[in-house]
């Protein structure tokens, strides 16, 4: 630490880097990217490790899929609630840089089913960690206004990361095996350890100069206006203005101060509000769910789309540029969605999110319907692409929900929010894939992925609904 302080004295440079919020926004970026790419690396392999060389049947590709949602769960369980009970995010970003050095040696050794299997569940232990840090520190950081289109651009990594990892994946297996795809994960976790060392800085930190900044910048009359702020028992930060005073100090640039932020010496005194009290505000709940679903469906596609292509079309080569072909879509419309997401919710209110996410919902089943009654591979592609956007109409409203309600209702509880996100995510991944996987081995695809996915988008779509049907019989 010592010498971490003289090098920030000598290089002044590399402290105001440390201390930008955009820094803080650049590493989660970067970390969801390196997070997805180790995840798809073996996406579009699995069949070829697992069926050729290991002979194991192909429910087995559902089961890997549930070890990693598995540790995924635990991952963000061991990370949400000790992160705001202890307040920092730095040391458990650095444990999940560790973990995916941990999964990579252990992928690098791999011989045997039962080793792949703690490959997967160590990987998802790392990615339950990285990804409840990484939106929570940027919840940290940004204020209500911005959270919408700052997410959807951290998930633009985490897209063209699916973009190009299957087909890097396919590439380095067919050339060096499975230690040429092992020693890349090695290779990112050691990145990772590096940047945190060097330019990673405490989240709550930068936070509390943010705070200082836009405070002393604050007019008296903005000052007042603070104070008629949300009260964590409300269901509902939709009442929360957006507008506010722009920090325009160059360290801080593009900060607003949108939603009371904690400042020093008030995290200890800020509400602290248990997981399942979270889970029982209507905002926390219903982007959990839209969550669930969305991750339900990509998942259990990841699965069977590799199988569904070999048995039915013939293409068992045609697997990477499948899903870099999806990633593409993805990394496409990310930006677009986020940023129509807070114009819509800038406009009208809060409330939009959940008509977004209502879309969302019933427009998967339409995309599925075309995926699995598709006789070519020109027209699967169609829905897949279609399905881009609708489980971004699910997935970006709903992550940004987590950072608006805990800023606005000034709770101590940004990581624990976020690690209910990971959490649904993870327990998506573990739900359905396995039941996807056999029921293909019994039905084959078009049935099953109709039948899981519109059950699934059907009773989404119904929470959804919930909130503006009580907003319009409030005002009646």
Same mark, same amino acid.
């Given at each position: 630490?010592?010498?971490?302080?003289?090098?920030?004295?000598?290089?002044?440079?590399?402290?105001?880097?440390?201390?930008?919020?955009?820094?803080?926004?650049?590493?989660?970026?970067?970390?969801?990217?390196?997070?997805?790419?180790?995840?798809?690396?073996?996406?579009?392999?699995?069949?070829?490790?697992?069926?050729?060389?290991?002979?194991?049947?192909?429910?087995?590709?559902?089961?890997?899929?549930?070890?990693?949602?598995?540790?995924?769960?635990?991952?963000?369980? /061991?990370?949400?609630?000790?992160?705001?009970?202890?307040?920092?995010?730095?040391?458990?970003?650095?444990?999940?840089?560790?973990?995916?050095?941990?999964?990579?040696?252990?992928?690098?050794?791999?011989?045997?089913?039962?080793?792949?299997?703690?490959?997967?569940?160590?990987?998802?232990?790392?990615?339950?960690?990285?990804?409840?840090?990484?939106?929570?520190?940027?919840?940290?950081?940004?204020?209500?206004?911005?959270?919408?289109?700052?997410?959807?651009?951290?998930?633009?990594?985490?897209?063209?990361?699916?973009?190009?990892?299957?087909?890097?994946?396919?590439?380095?297996?067919?050339?060096?095996?499975?230690?040429?795809?092992?020693?890349?994960?090695?290779?990112?976790?050691?990145?990772?350890?590096?940047?945190?060392?060097?330019?990673?800085?405490?989240?709550?930190?930068?936070?509390?100069?943010?705070?200082?900044?836009?405070?002393?910048?604050?007019?008296?009359?903005?000052?007042?206006?603070?104070?008629?702020?949300?009260?964590?028992?409300?269901?509902?930060?939709?009442?929360?203005?957006?507008?506010?005073?722009?920090?325009?100090?160059?360290?801080?640039?593009?900060?607003?101060?949108?939603?009371?932020?904690?400042?020093?010496?008030?995290?200890?005194?800020?509400?602290?509000?248990?997981?399942?009290?979270?889970?029982?505000?209507?905002?926390?709940?219903?982007?959990?769910?839209?969550?669930?679903?969305?991750?339900?469906?990509?998942?259990?596609?990841?699965?069977?789309?590799?199988?569904?292509?070999?048995?039915?079309?013939?293409?068992?080569?045609?697997?990477?540029?499948?899903?870099?072909?999806?990633?593409?879509?993805?990394?496409?419309?990310?930006?677009?969605?986020?940023?129509?997401?807070?114009?819509?919710?800038?406009?009208?209110?809060?409330?939009?999110?959940?008509?977004?996410?209502?879309?969302?919902?019933?427009?998967?089943?339409?995309?599925?319907?075309?995926?699995?009654?598709?006789?070519?591979?020109?027209?699967?592609?169609?829905?897949?692409?279609?399905?881009?956007?609708?489980?971004?109409?699910?997935?970006?409203?709903?992550?940004?929900?987590?950072?608006?309600?805990?800023?606005?209702?000034?709770?101590?509880?940004?990581?624990?929010?976020?690690?209910?996100?990971?959490?649904?995510?993870?327990?998506?991944?573990?739900?359905?894939?396995?039941?996807?996987?056999?029921?293909?081995?019994?039905?084959?695809?078009?049935?099953?992925?109709?039948?899981?996915?519109?059950?699934?988008?059907?009773?989404? /779509? /119904?929470?959804?609904?919930?909130?503006?049907?009580?907003?319009?019989?409030?005002?009646?």
């Amino acid at each position: 630490m010592a010498r971490l302080n003289w090098a920030l004295e000598r290089f002044p440079l590399l402290k105001r880097v440390r201390q930008s919020a955009s820094t803080v926004w650049a590493i989660s970026s970067l970390f969801l990217f390196i997070d997805t790419f180790i995840y798809s690396l073996t996406v579009a392999n699995l069949p070829d490790i697992l069926q050729s060389q290991m002979h194991v049947s192909q429910s087995s590709n559902g089961v890997i899929t549930t070890m990693f949602g598995i540790g995924g769960v635990i991952g963000a369980l /061991a990370s949400g609630m000790p992160s705001d009970r202890l307040g920092f995010r730095w040391p458990f970003q650095l444990i999940a840089a560790v973990l995916y050095i941990v999964a990579g040696t252990v992928f690098y050794f791999s011989q045997h089913y039962y080793q792949l299997l703690l490959f997967r569940l160590i990987n998802g232990m790392a990615s339950g960690v990285a990804c409840s840090m990484l939106y929570t520190t940027v919840g940290d950081v940004y204020p209500a206004d911005l959270l919408g289109f700052k997410v959807a651009i951290v998930y633009f990594c985490n897209n063209i990361a699916y973009t190009i990892g299957p087909i890097c994946g396919q590439r380095l297996f067919e050339l060096h095996g499975v230690r040429g795809t092992a020693s890349i994960v090695i290779a990112f976790g050691i990145v990772e350890v590096v940047l945190l060392l060097t330019v990673g800085e405490e989240s709550l930190t930068i936070r509390r100069s943010l705070s200082a900044c836009a405070k002393a910048t604050e007019s008296p009359a903005q000052k007042s206006s603070t104070i008629n702020t949300l009260s964590p028992q409300s269901s509902s930060a939709d009442d929360v203005s957006h507008k506010g005073a722009l920090v325009t100090d160059s360290a801080t640039k593009g900060f607003v101060h949108g939603c009371p932020s904690i400042s020093s010496g008030e995290e200890d005194s800020a509400v602290r509000m248990p997981v399942w009290r979270l889970l029982t505000q209507l905002p926390v709940l219903v982007s959990t769910l839209s969550i669930f679903v969305a991750t339900c469906i990509q998942c259990t596609l990841e699965a069977l789309v590799p199988l569904h292509l070999s048995d039915y079309f013939n293409r068992s080569d045609s697997t990477g540029i499948t899903f870099v072909i999806f990633g593409l879509a993805l990394t496409i419309l990310v930006p677009l969605i986020g940023k129509a997401n807070d114009r819509l919710i800038e406009k009208y209110g809060d409330h939009m999110r959940f008509h977004v996410m209502l879309f969302g919902s019933l427009a998967t089943i339409a995309a599925i319907l075309v995926m699995a009654l598709a006789n070519s591979y020109a027209l699967m592609m169609v829905g897949y692409v279609l399905l881009a956007l609708t489980n971004l109409c699910m997935y970006v409203p709903a992550q940004s929900a987590y950072g608006e309600l805990v800023n606005c209702t000034e709770t101590n509880a940004m990581a624990q929010s976020c690690s209910i996100s990971v959490i649904a995510w993870a327990v998506g991944a573990i739900a359905m894939p396995p039941i996807g996987s056999a029921l293909y081995a019994s039905s084959g695809f078009t049935k099953p992925i109709i039948g899981l996915s519109a059950s699934t988008c059907i009773v989404c /779509a /119904a929470a959804c609904l919930i909130y503006p049907v009580r907003k319009l019989l409030g005002k009646q």
